[in-house]
């Protein structure tokens, strides 16, 4: 018996997929809890208009994550540390600090998703990049202003 999978089913198969299972299992288990659907030409138009909305979705959050990404390149992220001789830094700018100041310019990244995980502890511009989208990486500019205290 051929069913349409509506979940994901341990050892049988992934959300979407056509699987061929036994008779029974199909209609007794995966049928009955409403894991899965027969295979109709009915059920097959409605998986293929699932799966072009699922595209569609994938576009528009890809088109999402372009943007901010352009967004991102243009902005410059200021930061004031205590700073010794030589420019030394006492502390530094963590991810969350970066998350932070870029939520209060109504950028929203989530702070797991930086690939550049560490702290910023020098003076200067340093370039901090974050994946935006799969394989869409936005880079931030992180500015660390010193002060003598």
Known sequence: MKVILKEDVKKVGKRGEVVNVSDGYGRNYLIARNLAVPQTERSMEILGEMKAEEA???????AEAK????QLEKLTLNFHVKSGEGGRVFGSVST???????RKQGIRVDKRKF????????????????ELYKGIIGTINVHLIGSDS
């Open 56 to 62: 569609r979705e994938e576009e528009k959050k890809a």
């Open 67 to 70: 943007e901010t990404a352009k």
């Open 96 to 102: 969350k600090q970066i998350v932070e100041e870029l």
């Open 115 to 130: 690939i550049d995980t560490y702290p910023v502890a020098s003076l200067g511009t340093t370039k901090v990049r974050v």
